[in-house]
């Protein structure tokens, strides 16, 4: 089963909007969690590293303000895209590591966004 | 110049066919390595990981180079449920535990 949740799947919302993504360990504490993007045909791209109870680093050219990050919790993060925009549209990944698993990450399902 | 290298294909194979996909890194303090499968809309999936040793899994072989910095997967006897992207992906290590992903090699197995 899952080992990662991430939540919701699939977002379809007008330009400005903001929409916020969870991402859940299941079954493990995960200290750390990352947080990726992939663009049609293309890699998957590290955007940031979440830590439980600091702030997240993030990864050149990502805008902080932009990609809002909350790991509050051992079990969760939370990605918030501000006022998104059509440019915006990716398809974004969450992992997170379980110490105890021989697994380098698990993923979750990932959230496909589509701004209009 | 990219950390991780893939030729994008796509590879187009018959069934039952034996396909080798590479990829070259560029980070020489590189650590761990990885294959990685993804299905189109989907999440990546560990396929296995990659040691300098050697390793195999059923039809996938996985080699490792150090010196020349490249990594091979071969699968052999292709199946229609092999059509996917794999993706090569490394881990420096260096207190990143985050993993660096190529772009892909897409495989298309045809009957």
């Known amino acids: 089963g899952a080992v990662v949740s991430q939540h919701p799947s699939r977002v379809i919302c007008k330009s400005g909007t903001s929409v916020k993504i969870e991402c859940r360990s299941l079954?493990?504490?995960?200290?750390?969690m990352f947080w990726y993007r992939q663009f049609p045909k293309q890699s998957l791209m590290l955007m940031a590293t979440?830590?439980?109870?600091?702030?997240?680093?993030?990864e050149q050219g990502v805008e902080k303000d932009k990609f809002l990050i909350n790991h509050a919790s051992l079990t969760l993060s939370t990605l918030t895209v501000t006022s998104a925009h059509p440019e915006d549209s990716s398809f974004y990944i969450c992992?997170?590591?379980?110490?105890?698993?021989?697994?380098?990450?698990?993923f979750g399902d990932g959230t496909r966004l589509s701004i209009l | 110049r990219k950390e991780v290298e893939q030729d994008p294909g796509p590879f187009n194979v018959p069934e039952g066919a034996t396909v080798a996909f590479n990829c070259t890194y560029s980070?020489?303090?590189?650590?761990?390595f990885f294959w990685y499968r993804q299905d189109c809309r989907k999440e990546p999936k560990l396929l296995m990981s990659?040691?300098?040793s050697g390793n195999e899994d059923g039809r996938f072989t996985a080699q490792l180079n150090r010196a020349s910095q490249y990594i091979s997967l071969l699968i052999r006897d292709s199946k229609l449920s092999d059509s996917a992207t794999y993706l090569c992906?490394?881990?420096?290590?260096?207190?990143?535990?985050?993993?660096?992903f190529g772009s892909g090699t897409r495989l298309q197995v045809q009957p």
């Open positions: 992992s997170a590591r379980d110490q105890s698993s021989n697994q380098p990450q698990h």
């Open positions: 079954d493990f504490q995960a200290t750390t």
């Open positions: 979440s830590n439980e109870g600091s702030k997240a680093t993030y």
């Open positions: 980070n020489s303090a590189s650590q761990s």
């Open positions: 990659v040691y300098s």
């Open positions: 992906v490394v881990n420096t290590g260096t207190g990143r535990r985050a993993l660096t």
